[in-house]
Structures are given as structure tokens and as C-alpha cells.
């Protein structure tokens, strides 16, 4: 499958990836890569902003504990 995201874009996702980690205390790699599944799995359906990214991570794996 191809990912086609612009470096803006790609920076927004990793962005999401890191906030949501560090707000549910997430450090271990292989859980990171599923919360960056995850986010790419959002971005797919036209998801694309640090907020409609947010939301859908934690509809799908739960809210932070501290928010953003």
C-alpha cells in the first residue's frame, strides 16, 4: 500500500503520534508503531488535522490521561 503525505503533512502525523504517546505515558516501541497505525489508518480516511487526529485516536484506543 502506498502512503502519499507531503512533509507537512508527514509532520502533522508524527506530531500526533508523539503528543498522544507522551500523553498516555507511551514508551514502548512496538505500542508507538500501533498508535502510528493507527494515525496513518486515520490520515487514509481524511483526517488531517492534529485535532481530527487526536479525536480519532483516542475514539479508536482510548482517551490520555493528560489532555493536549
Not at 502510528?36 to 489508518?41: G, I, L, M, R
Not at 490520515?43 to 490521561?65: H, K, Q
Request: with cysteine; aromatic share 6%; glycine share 6%.
Amino acid at each position: 500500500m502506498a502512503f502519499n503525505a507531503s512533509p507537512s503533512q508527514l509532520k502533522i502525523l508524527a506530531q500526533a503520534v508523539d503528543d498522544y504517546c507522551r500523553d498516555c505515558g507511551i514508551t514502548d516501541r512496538d505500542e508507538r508503531l500501533y498508535v502510528a497505525e493507527v494515525v496513518h489508518s486515520l490520515f487514509e480516511v481524511g483526517a488531517v488535522s492534529m485535532n481530527d487526529l487526536r479525536r480519532g485516536l483516542e475514539t479508536a484506543i482510548g482517551p490520555a490521561r493528560r489532555q493536549a
